[in-house]
DNA sequence: CGATCTATCTATAATCG
DNA sequence: TCGATTATAGATAGATC
């Protein structure tokens, strides 16, 4: 639209892509609030600038803020609340699923490096043995002999710091089919800020 | 655009909302994508018709099903476990503030209720002295003397079943100014499903 | 329902202040 | 960085199949 065709793909001049962008994004925002006006459609649009910054549109945005809660009654929120358990359960049984296989993976390569450790000491007194050198042994920081586990325990409130890392990719861009699981996870951020 | 200027209302017509709902989500998901590749955005775009069937347009969409979590890495799961842990106290929170406040809100009504069947019992006592005809007492339903709770606990696994009810509104459909708080409720449900 | 076809209406790229 | 302006590309209402 304007003057000159558009070629999809990124406006590599930062001047005419930040202008190009604060014109799209007005013009994306109204067509949201359009569609969801005339064909009474339930819209939700959300668009970060590549600076970080947000802009959004939203039908009815019942926020999770104090203020949108106080309207919601309790069925509502036991809903809510049953959601959230869900999805928490599935996200900390990922999580130790990870921890799990990760632990068992390193019990493997200490496994494997203590054997080539052990062979390495070996031969080494071999050779001490014809010459006149002494090596001293090296001494990896030990763990307790651990049983392996058969459930990690949930690591409740063992989270670090946010890290607002690594969420872009290049080129994966497209039009996604329609499915009800889709979300994307970096949205879940923005429940609590 | 097209043969006729738009009037910003809902189309009565059934038929022609629907097909203008069809042309214009083709067009708003377009228009996401665009604005994604040409100014280097991250866009989630979620749209549901009149009868709930979602589309959906998301610039990376690492999803919550079994397959992409497989994805996420430690600390992006703990970082989510985090933020619904904080979100869970908060629905938590604010549900049983409700319960409390209802309960309180029933007992004054119940003390009110007494007194008055107090006073009309008393009232009809009198009358009765006066009159042969006997009216029998009113027996409610008696609570145990219940004490007042400082604090309601939280009802973990009382939700009842799903009911996705209620969350259309009419006439409360306008652009919302940038939050970063901002986030629809109905959205959470697509978490789990 | 979709797809196609215009006539029109809108959005916006390029430009200027 | 912002608003206006304007020429055009693009979107789409209504109609037909």
């Given at each position: ?5 558009v070629q999809?793909?990124?406006?590599e001049n930062?001047i005419s ?11 994306l ?6 569609i969801?006006v ?7 649009l ?11 549109y939203a039908t009815?945005s ?27 359960k599935?996200?900390?049984?990922k999580k ?7 632990i068992s993976e390193?019990?493997?390569k200490?496994?494997?490096l203590?054997?080539?450790n ?12 014809t010459?006149?050198?002494?090596i001293?042994?090296?001494?990896l ?6 049983p ?7 690591f ?7 890290i607002?890392?690594?969420?872009r990719?290049?080129e ?18 923005h429940?609590?800020?």
């Open positions: 639209m304007g003057r000159g065709r999809l793909k990124r406006i930062k892509r930040q202008v190009t962008f604060s014109k799209r994004r007005t013009g925002l109204k067509k949201a609030h359009e969801s005339l064909c009474d459609a339930d819209v939700a959300i668009v970060f600038s590549t600076k970080g910054k947000l802009f959004e009815h019942r926020h999770y803020d104090g203020e949108d809660l106080e309207q919601l009654n309790l069925r509502e929120l036991q809903n809510v609340e049953q959601q959230l358990e869900t999805a928490l599935r996200i900390r049984t130790n699923q990870l921890m799990h296989e990760s390193l019990h493997k200490e496994r494997a203590q054997e080539r052990n062979s390495l000491s070996k031969k080494l007194k071999e050779n001490e043995k010459s006149e050198q002494q001293p042994m090296l001494h920081p030990q763990h307790p002999p651990q392996y586990p058969c459930s990690v325990p949930s409740a409130n063992t989270s670090g710091p946010f607002g890392a690594a969420m990719e290049e994966s861009v497209q039009v996604q089919p329609v499915s009800t699981t889709m979300m994307p996870l970096w949205m879940i951020r429940i609590n800020q």
